[in-house]
């Protein structure tokens, strides 16, 4: 026999994340799906929904509300239990560590539970992994941007060409032992001190 | 610095300002100064707090001061045992209410001093009112089912004649949404510490009725809570920190680094609240809303009256409000559990090289000290007290069982499964 498909209910205010987790959760054919980004009146909706499994990001400051409300069981019908499996600690770390957690009713399988809990802590990773590079792509740009204003500054003040400009700035970091980036934005702090050199 | 430090140790704080004298133990270089290197993490809820605690990820951490006893106990997912050999201060709290709460109980006969008894009653008749006129249950929050905020505020309600189980509703709030919470209708009071309280006056959207250190005078808070595990692995490691903690404690206490202190918490990986929002909680003297303020003594003691003896009575009164409230049994076995928690034996030992004052005895009849006064005591004078509760209530820890049974006429404590 086919166990009846299990509700999902994800509570979480990131909503590239809370998408990238309900598309997950319906690959793998769970349809009975349902997110929500924020907490208000969340009570009347887990009364709604009666929610099998319950998935929540780590960095919610409801999680508190959230567990108290879970151990009072005439707000949620079912008792719901945190999803811990003794034996298992190194799922419950993988979870802390990519920033998730789950709850469970009370008496459901681990074994059913464990697939939806392994696919949120994957996706969690790969969403932790997108913005780390999505910061890291932001600052490069950045970087690149106060350099060629330091250069701009240095051609306009000193008359020299870009090339020189830039192997200025570089020499002095290398004097230094500073990266050039932090040459550049203090140059550019400084120029912004002194006066308006630049033109923009 | 370029020596290494000896000792690594990774702790988790909350954005509240009791977390003071550990986030000053880190950023101040009393740490340091014990050869050990303090990494501190700011979380969002104190199940995070509990669950990285659990799996190694803090070696210790902010706590409130029961959340120990309801891991040991079992009442908390995914606990591990944990230990309390470090109290980060006494009182600090207020209660706040919403303005529409505070002009019933004024029209009831309240007014701005603070004074527990009298406010609790016109918030009582208010109640009465409200019901009569077929109004909703008034909804109080507090930041967790096992804090002293929810054992005091419910002890003040139930002192007034209140029934915190049926009369009103509590919910859990974190602790930064409290004053929004008040704002928007959502709540109509609450119990939180600083600058929670102060936040809501300072936006003309709250009335502090009353604080911690009036209903209980001098009384626990928040904790240092370790995994045991990892204490009795690192006991060096430990004790090293307490020591650091006990410097930064005192530091804290002193009037001349109020500056200071204030401008750290004020900083954004901390507190991110202005400078002179964190001042309330270190002079005791709070705008109550209205126009009115007030000084208060003890309001929050980072340092003086032994605020950082981990007294296994302080423990046990938690215990005693747990039971109270339905939240677990009281049983020979528990009682046993709660009694091991705090741990007195590993704060005297840590800071015995010290020759600092330290309390002779594990445990104390709170609410038995009616003024200040000076201790016998290992080495130098210690003074404690006044240990009040506004009630005139005596808690005496060698007669647990009389004290529960008189809170509970008539109430067989449900029992709520332990997860």
């Known amino acids: 026999m086919v166990p009846a498909s299990l509700a999902v209910l994800v509570i979480d205010e990131n909503r590239i994340r809370a998408s990238i987790i309900e598309a997950g959760l319906r690959e793998a054919g769970h349809q009975r799906v349902t997110v929500l980004h924020d907490v208000s009146g969340i009570a009347r909706r887990i009364a709604e929904i009666e929610p099998d499994v319950i998935v929540i990001d780590l960095e919610n400051p409801n999680r508190d509300m959230l567990e108290n409300m879970f151990q ?129 | 610095m370029t020596m290494r430090a000896e000792h690594q140790i ?45 799996i190694g990820h803090f070696d210790l951490a902010h706590m409130l001061g029961p ?141 502090i009725v009353t604080v911690k250190a009036l209903l209980w005078r001098n009384s626990p808070e928040k904790v240092i809570g370790a995994r045991k595990a990892w204490a009795e692995e690192q006991p060096e490691a430990l004790a090293a920190l307490l020591r650091a903690l006990h410097h930064s404690a005192r530091w804290c206490q002193d009037k001349a680094n109020r500056d200071e202190l204030a401008a750290l918490m004020a900083q954004a990986g901390f507190l991110g609240q202005k400078p002179a929002l964190q001042m309330p909680a270190l002079t005791g003297h709070l705008a109550l809303g209205g126009g009115a303020e007030r000084t208060v003594e003890d309001f929050f003691v980072p340092f003086d009256k032994a605020a950082n003896f981990p007294w296994k009575s302080h423990a046990l009164w938690f215990y005693t409000q747990m039971a109270r409230w339905g939240q677990l049994a009281h049983t ?26 330290l309390p002779g005895a594990n445990a104390k009849v709170e609410g038995a000290l009616k003024t200040a006064t000076p201790v016998g005591s290992a080495g130098a004078s210690l003074v404690l007290g006044p240990d009040g509760f506004f009630d005139g209530q005596i808690f005496d820890p060698d007669e647990i069982d009389a004290y529960i049974a008189a809170q509970n006429p008539g109430r067989s404590p449900q029992i709520r499964e332990g997860r």
């Open chain 2, 67 to 207: 959340m120990p006893l309801a891991c040991n106990l079992g009442l908390t997912p995914l606990a591990s045992e944990t230990i309390v050999p470090f109290s980060l201060g006494l009182g600090g709290n207020c209660i706040t209410v919403s303005n529409a709460v505070w002009n019933g109980m004024a029209a009831h006969g309240a007014v701005s001093d603070l004074d527990p008894a009298p406010a609790g009653e016109a918030l009582g008749a208010f109640i009465r009112d409200r019901v009569a006129a077929g109004g909703e249950p008034l909804r109080f929050a507090v930041v967790h089912p096992h804090s002293g905020h929810n054992y005091e505020l419910r002890y003040w309600l139930a002192a007034c004649g209140i029934d915190p189980e049926r009369q009103i509703e509590i919910v859990i709030v974190p602790p930064p949404f409290m004053a929004d919470a008040l704002a928007t209708g959502r709540i109509d009071g609450y119990c939180v510490g600083e600058p929670w309280n102060s936040a809501a006056v300072a936006a003309g959207i709250g009335h």
């Open chain 2, 332 to 357: 020979p076995g528990n009682l046993a559990i709660a009694r091991d928690c705090y741990r007195p034996d590993l704060y005297r030992a840590a800071l015995k090289p010290l020759g600092v004052a």
């Open chain 1, 72 to 200: 009072l069981s005439r707000a949620v019908k079912r008792p719901i239990a945190m999803f811990v499996d003794r034996s298992d600690q190194a799922s419950i770390e993988a979870a802390v560590d990519a920033g998730v957690s789950a709850y469970v009713v009370d008496g459901l399988r681990q074994e059913r539970v464990k697939p939806i809990l392994d696919m949120a802590v994957s996706r969690f990773n790969a969403f932790s992994r997108m913005a780390r590079e999505l910061e890291e792509a932001r600052n490069e740009l950045e970087h690149r941007k106060v350099i060629d204003r330091a250069k701009g500054i240095l051609m306009k003040s000193r008359g020299l060409s870009e090339e020189a400009a830039y192997t200025l700035l570089r020499k002095t970091a290398m004097n230094q032992n500073r990266k050039i980036g932090d040459i550049a934005q203090a140059l550019v702090t400084t120029a912004g001190l002194l006066g308006p050199l630049e033109d923009e």
């Open chain 2, 10 to 54: 990774t702790a988790g704080f909350m954005p509240l300002f009791d977390s003071a004298v550990l986030v000053a133990a880190g950023e101040m270089g009393f740490a340091a100064r014990e050869g050990v290197e303090l990494v501190l993490h700011r979380e969002t809820s104190w199940a995070n707090i509990r669950d990285r605690i659990a």
